[in-house]
């Protein structure tokens, strides 16, 4: 959805290093999603956010962190990259209008390869 | 949360409606069950939701049992296009987690 871009889309890095993928979306959402997938399986939810100030952990947040730096805007860092990060990483929105449904549109991820 | 299962994988001929079913015998009362695609690895895309009403777009149709305790999504005249991996998904009632799981990888033959 071309509504939501990551930056970057391929990423190679080295084990001990601090990187940081980006996400923003033109679609006016409120709510703001991180997720991991890894070959041959689902997608996992690393944080989210339902405004600027509101961040939360999902399943799987050890060795990540957020920013929420505008509505627009959702970051995600990792510290100190270990390689089972390694990853394709997708952001996704939603807005949850009173008596509709929360449906996500998804970015069209970020490859991360940690060596 | 519910939970979903679906198949691991199914064929269909080019040209033939794709039936692809899931079971979520948990599913409560308010949750709705939402159908998202993903080609290769591509970002996954949105396809239709339903909370006890049979529901179609332009995409797809889907069809939710009385009980809601399955739902199967139809894609009425598959196309090679439509060769991806569905996920069939009741998102977490309090973070709206899309909960994502296997899914089915559909291919469609010629």
């Known amino acids: 959805d071309a509504d939501v871009t990551q930056t970057p889309r391929n990423r190679i890095t080295k084990t001990g290093k601090r990187i940081m993928l980006e996400c923003s979306q033109t679609?006016?959402?409120?709510?703001m999603y991180w997720y991991r997938q890894d070959p041959g399986l689902g997608l996992r939810l690393i944080y989210y956010s339902f405004d600027v100030k509101d961040i939360n952990k999902g399943e799987i947040s050890d060795g990540y962190s957020v920013s929420r730096q505008a509505q627009a805007k959702f970051s995600l860092s990792l510290e100190s990259a270990i390689p089972n990060q390694t990853a394709l990483y997708f952001c996704?929105?939603?807005?949850?209008?009173?008596?509709?449904?929360?449906?996500?549109?998804f970015g069209p991820g970020t490859r991360l390869t940690v060596l | 949360d519910a939970k979903t299962t679906q198949p691991p994988s199914m064929d269909c001929a080019e040209g033939r409606a794709a039936n692809l079913p899931c079971n979520h015998s948990?599913?409560?009362?308010?949750?709705?069950v939402y159908w998202y695609r993903q080609i290769h690895s591509q970002g996954p895309q949105y396809i239709i939701h339903g909370l006890k009403n049979n529901e179609t777009n332009e995409m797809a149709s889907l069809i939710i049992t009385e009980d809601r305790k399955s739902s199967t999504l139809i894609l009425p005249h598959a196309t090679l296009r439509d060769t991806a991996v569905y996920y069939c998904i009741v998102p977490g009632t309090y973070n709206n987690d899309m909960r994502f799981g296997a899914g089915t990888r559909l291919t469609v033959k010629p």
């Open positions: 948990t599913i409560s009362g308010n949750e709705y």
């Open positions: 679609k006016g959402h409120d709510r």
């Open positions: 996704a929105t939603s807005d949850l209008v009173p008596g509709r449904t929360d449906t996500q549109y």
